[in-house]
């Protein structure tokens, strides 16, 4: 069976994980791993259990496909080096694995006429060794034209990944519910937990008195729809309790506390009533 070759360039967590996730499937071999340092270079070999260390562009062997496992703020940078310095196959496809960086980054290579991609999984890379254990069925965003984005299905099938495509420019509002899904519910949680602090739960207790409840409503959201799991006083029009929240509310909280009440508010839609609706919303607005 033909293995398809594949370089690494960025010897970090992501690219040691998909380096062995691909080793792995039997499907792909690791042809170079490229770092700047050569004891990061020989631990990411020494992790895939494949592939020759090499320090520059220069050295890096021909394959069949190359992944930019750098920063995103260096992605460009390393494809026109790889532009000016690689040595490429008649059908060498050149990806990168950022989830808010544009195609353009390598527009270098796509200049000189190689193909080129975006793959990137929705999943955290904190740990190597873990990412490994716990990468299957991770949704992988595809980005590119149709048979590049073919070959990284095909490709994402193989590190155990369910591959799915974007719409053309749709890179950033990918990226944006990402944040907002990760990094937006952090900031919830601890904006629960002030209020909750304000009230005088005790510290220790806080985190018995939100989890649940969060951990609960995420799962009926995810399984029921967001419509049909909203649950709470705004949905029944019970702009008293609003009133009683917005009057206890700091003054820094008071902006989110209201945007997402509006966001809620059409969110509810039609549970409410137009009378209802209008009490909430001149509360919230103001």
Do not use: W
Request: proline share 5%; aromatic share 4%.
């Amino acid at each position: 069976m033909h293995k398809a070759s594949v370089n690494i360039v960025g010897a970090g967590r992501l690219g040691q994980s998909l380096g062995r996730l691909l080793a792995a499937s039997g499907r792909y071999r690791i042809a170079g791993v490229l770092s700047a340092h050569a004891e990061s270079a020989a631990r990411a070999v020494a992790f895939i259990g494949q592939g020759e260390a090499v320090g520059t562009i220069a050295e890096l062997p021909t394959a069949d496909y190359t992944l930019l496992a750098v920063p995103d703020g260096v992605i460009a940078e390393a494809a026109q080096a790889l532009a000016r310095d690689g040595r490429f196959l008649p059908d060498s496809l050149v990806f990168h694995a950022s989830g808010a960086g544009e195609l353009d980054l390598l527009a270098t290579l796509a200049e000189r006429g190689i193909a080129v991609g975006c793959l990137h999984p929705a999943f955290s890379f904190a740990d190597p060794a873990r990412a490994v254990a716990g990468f299957a069925g991770t949704p992988c965003a595809l980005d590119g034209d149709a048979p590049s984005c073919a070959r990284l299905a095909n490709l994402a099938e193989a590190l155990g990944g369910k591959p799915f495509r974007l719409a053309p420019g749709g890179k950033a509002a990918y990226h944006a519910a990402l944040s907002v899904a990760s990094n937006y519910l952090v900031t919830l949680t601890e904006l629960a937990g002030q209020l909750a602090r304000q009230a005088g739960v005790p510290d220790g207790e806080v985190a018995g008195l939100i989890g649940p409840l969060m951990r609960q409503t995420l799962a009926n959201a995810l399984t029921l729809g967001p419509a049909a799991a909203l649950t709470g006083p705004i949905v029944r029009g019970d702009a008293g309790t609003v009133a009683r929240h917005l009057a206890v509310l700091p003054d820094d909280v008071q902006p989110v506390y209201r945007r997402l009440g509006e966001r809620t508010v059409a969110l509810a839609g039609a549970r409410l009533s137009a009378q209802q609706q209008a009490a909430v919303l001149a509360l919230l607005h103001g």
